[in-house]
């Protein structure tokens, strides 16, 4: 084995563990808040957040796509440099704006919501936006110079110093409308941290370089923008749909299955992220055989690895985890569970190249690949849903992962004359 192959599966390994570390502080942090506040400061916090991440879209407009591809795919360190500091003036701008205007709406989403606490939360947390959208900037850089560790430690300590906070909190007898200050202080660690971290990019230029560079990272993220709002939309328009549809209690019984899955489709990011500096390189030298062979071979152990994985994860939540948790509702969300993974399953082999077209500077073509891929899920879960309930919505949005995999090599093929 290669060291070039050593450090891909030490990085594949510090991000799975960055990603369970991650997961398992968001659960404690959810269940202390719930236990120690009650069920409303959960609930508060998490509306919060929700309309955060909305408009975290906005802070960094795809700036943070554009600044990875041209950091990975950058000859020399000072070109990286130039092309990381005009992405974190343009996201600086941006991000002003957008907290501003996030602090601006408070009132209003507060009176939409009937919630005085969503409306305070959202104040406490406006400065933590601003430093979110950097460091999606800050993150990106990284993964595009393949310091994955550094990716990985950041990634999963924004959770972890949550986490810590609220501990402090509760120490300090802080209200329950000051909670989303967690994100603030969580941000700006982070923050100052992946400065540190890409330190050396760091360089003088003049004012015509960055604005030339700012107007492609601007050019670059208003064409691929809306593929983040639909991404996002992807994940959750199965759950929006089914809660249109049919009861609460049906709604319930499928996020659970859902939730479960969710966190076998991170594994696959979690490849795609280290594949990322990697493909954008290639892609922008133009070495397509090169390109050709690691995506072929990734696609083998994706497959390799996910179908058995999700064999045995769906032979322990049908006959281990009823056993275990003695609630009926668990055997119903089996068949669901069951379906979504099979899904997952059948495109895991293209899941780590998902992003190819924007690393190949094609974001408007990525956009468009989102939106045929929501269509079908959403005409797939309006058709089935009516007629199979939770198990419809889990058909419909397993053959719309399957769907995705094959417009994704007709994109890659015609637009990149790349079969993969």
Known sequence: MTEPSNKFSRDVIWNIASLAIAGLCGI???????????????????????IYIFFSQIAVLGVHHSVLQTVAAAPDPIEQGRSASAALALTTALGLVAALCFALVAPFVGDLLASEGVSVGMYWAAPGLFFFALNKVTLACLNGLARMRWYALLQSLRFVLMLAGLC???????????????LTIAELVVLLLSAWAMRDLFRGMRASDLKARVASHLDFGLKGFMSGVLGDLHSRVDVLMLGYFASDRQVGIYSFAAI????????????????APTCARLLASGATDELRSIIRRGRNLSYAAAVPVAGIAVLGFTYILPAIISDPSIEESAPIFALLLAGMAMSAGYMPFFQILLLARRPGWHTLLMLATITVNVVGNALLIPYAGPVGAALATALAFVVSVIMLRLFVQRLLQLRI
Do not use: H, M, T, W
């Open 28 to 50: 404690a942090l959810n269940y202390l808040i719930g236990l120690i506040y009650d069920d409303a400061a959960l609930g508060v916090f998490n509306q919060v957040f929700a």
């Open 168 to 182: 402090a909190f509760l120490a300090l007898d802080v209200s329950r409308a000051k909670l989303p200050l967690l």
């Open 260 to 275: 479960l899955a969710e966190g076998f489709l991170q594994l696959l990011v979690v490849l795609r992220v280290n594949y």
